[in-house]
Structure formats: C-alpha cells, structure tokens
C-alpha cells in the first residue's frame, strides 16, 4: 500500500519465552523490528512464509535483542489469541474486547484471535494522521485481505486494494468534469466572461509565480 519494496514493522513480542516468566507478574512485552521483502514478483503465500520464518527466528532472540530507534517513528503490529469462552455453574464468559498500549505507536495494526474469528483494529495517532485517510486505509487493507484470502498464490502486485466504492470514485465521480457552457461562444469570449466574473482568481500558476484571469488579459493585450 506504500509502494516500498523493503519494509520493516514493529512486532510487538510478550517477552515471555522462558516457562517460568508466564505465570511472572510485571511488563516484558516489547516491539522489535521484523522485515519484510514485498516484491511484486512474488506471492501473497511466500510473503506468509518469509514473515512466519522472520517472526520465529526474532521470537527466539527477543531477550537479547533490544530495539535502537524510536517506537513513535515505527508502524506497529500485535496479535493476540483470547481464550475462548468459559464456562462456570451454567454461566458463560468470554472476553468481547481487549486493549493494551505498551508503547506509543503513530500507527498500529492490532488482531485479536477469539472463538474462531479474527477482529482487526487500526490505532493511530491524530496528530500525525487524519481520521479519513485511516479509514480508507482500513478500507484498503480489507480489500486487499479479501483477496488474498481468495488468491493466496497470487502475486501480490496482482491483488486489488481499491474496493468497488473507491474504485467508482477514482473512475467515475472525480472523472465526472464536465460543465454546460454556451456552445456559441469562442474560447476567447469564455475567457473574457470569465475575467468579468472573477478577475483576481488565479489563472494560471508556474513554481511560484502566479497570473490572474485580469493580468493574464492585460498581458494578452500588451502582447
């Protein structure tokens, strides 16, 4: 969705490795960098691969290895399985939703694994990015997940990322130009109308210089 080939995500590892630190009270969690080749010539099913070799082999050396950049300038992942609903003396439980921010992250994809299906949310600082472009990019990712699920050997250059909404909007409703004119005038008369109605409104526009439909007619004129 970026368009980088070399990616790097923060992967958020619980520290808990050893058996006797499972049951230990006390924040071991951390995120470490996992790194990603996304090549278009390859498949959405080597990607999945390359990424469970890369998570298992950092998993293994995450208490020896310690992060070197900044969290806020990392884009975050984490995933967690829940248990699946207890049950006791004939009452049911089940977690229905659970949150967690062990670092601050500018943007932070969280899955949450329970009773079979999977919840994704996408947290993300405001400062930083706009409510629409992180809804889009949630629409985005949706899309893209639908067809892999669909096309797991495809490659990943060939999934679409654009659902059928947006798709509409970039080929049709922002192609929709057109606009009534009096089809009896000439060019040159459309222009001089135009300077009437909006004389100070920019004309045309080159690095940092700027022509109003008035200069650019006096221009013409001098000319």
């Given at each position: 969705?970026?368009?980088?080939?070399?990616?790097?995500?923060?992967?958020?590892?619980?520290?808990?490795?050893?058996?006797?630190?499972?049951?230990?009270?006390?924040?071991?969690?951390?995120?470490?960098?996992?790194?990603?080749?996304?090549?278009?010539?390859?498949?959405?099913?080597?990607?999945?691969?390359?990424?469970?070799?890369?998570?298992?082999?950092?998993?293994?050396?995450?208490?020896?290895?310690?992060?070197?950049?900044?969290?806020?300038?990392?884009?975050?992942?984490?995933?967690?399985?829940?248990?699946?609903?207890?049950?006791?003396?004939?009452?049911?439980?089940?977690?229905?939703?659970?949150?967690?921010?062990?670092?601050?992250?500018?943007?932070?994809?969280?899955?949450?694994?329970?009773?079979?299906?999977?919840?994704?949310?996408?947290?993300?600082?405001?400062?930083?990015?706009?409510?629409e472009t992180v809804e889009r990019w949630a629409a985005s990712l949706t899309t893209?997940?639908?067809?892999?699920?669909?096309?797991?050997?495809?490659?990943?250059r060939d999934l679409d990322i654009i659902g059928e909404r947006e798709h509409r909007?970039?080929?049709?409703?922002?192609?929709?130009?057109?606009?009534?004119?009096?089809?009896?005038?000439?060019?040159?008369?459309?222009?001089?109308?135009?300077?009437?109605?909006?004389?100070?409104?920019?004309?045309?526009?080159?690095?940092?210089?700027?022509?109003?439909?008035?200069?650019?007619?006096?221009?013409?004129?001098?000319?």
């Open positions: 969705m970026s368009g980088e080939a070399n990616v790097t995500v923060a992967r958020l590892f619980d520290g808990r490795r050893v058996k006797h630190l499972k049951s230990a009270f006390g924040l071991f969690a951390k995120y470490l960098p996992v790194p990603c080749r996304l090549a278009g010539t390859y498949r959405f099913s080597k990607i999945v691969r390359q990424l469970k070799d890369s998570v298992r082999t950092i998993s293994a050396q995450q208490d020896y290895l310690t992060p070197e950049d900044s969290y806020a300038s990392w884009i975050g992942f984490d995933f967690e399985s829940l248990q699946d609903t207890s049950e006791s003396n004939g009452v049911s439980f089940s977690i229905s939703q659970l949150y967690s921010c062990v670092e601050r992250l500018k943007l932070r994809l969280s899955v949450q694994e329970a009773n079979g299906r999977l919840r994704f949310a996408l947290h993300y600082d405001p400062a930083v990015y706009a409510a893209l997940l639908e067809n892999a699920a669909r096309h797991p050997h495809a490659l990943i909007q970039l080929l049709v409703e922002w192609n929709d130009t057109s606009i009534d004119y009096p089809k009896e005038l000439c060019i040159h008369q459309l222009f001089e109308a135009q300077v009437v109605r909006t004389p100070y409104v920019p004309a045309v526009v080159f690095k940092d210089s700027r022509l109003s439909y008035r200069d650019r007619k006096s221009t013409r004129l001098n000319s």
